[in-house]
């Protein structure tokens, strides 16, 4: 019988193994680097990249904006493949908060995304956020 018993747990890890099921679900948040925005920015100085390595399924995008800029401006968000694919964009992100956006059934906020590379993350400023400056911390919530 002691002989046996190693068999049958080798048995039975395969088996529940082969199963399909895994019971270890793993998810993470990614950040990038903070955005900044000073007074008097203007063009191309409104628009920040970074590129970073998404693996997994998004199932939900934190904004959050530091100030209540003087100029009132919003923050666009968005995220491309390296071939050019716009994988998630959300305009009209207000500043001096927290926004959480979604991945919902109806696509409320936004429909869930795949990514598997390195994809560039844009935020734009709607324009020049006044004496206070500006930043933004994006995180995606990956599966």
Do not use: H, R
């Amino acid at each position: 019988m002691k002989k046996t018993i190693p068999y049958i747990l080798i048995a039975l890890i395969f088996t529940l193994g082969m199963t399909g099921k895994s019971y270890i679900q793993t998810c993470g948040k990614k950040i990038i680097t903070e955005m900044s925005w000073a007074s008097g920015v203007s063009g191309a100085a409104l628009i920040q990249t970074e590129d970073v390595i998404m693996n997994g399924k998004c199932s939900q995008v934190e904004v959050d904006v530091g100030e209540d800029t003087t100029a009132n401006i919003t923050f666009t968000v968005a995220v491309t493949t390296e071939d050019g694919g716009v994988l998630f964009s959300v305009a009209s992100i207000g500043d001096n908060g927290s926004t959480i956006l979604k991945a919902t059934s109806d696509a409320t906020d936004f429909d869930a995304f795949l990514a598997a590379e390195v994809v560039t993350v844009t935020v734009t400023a709607s324009g020049d956020p006044g004496t206070t400056g500006a930043t933004v911390n994006v995180g995606f919530y990956l599966e």
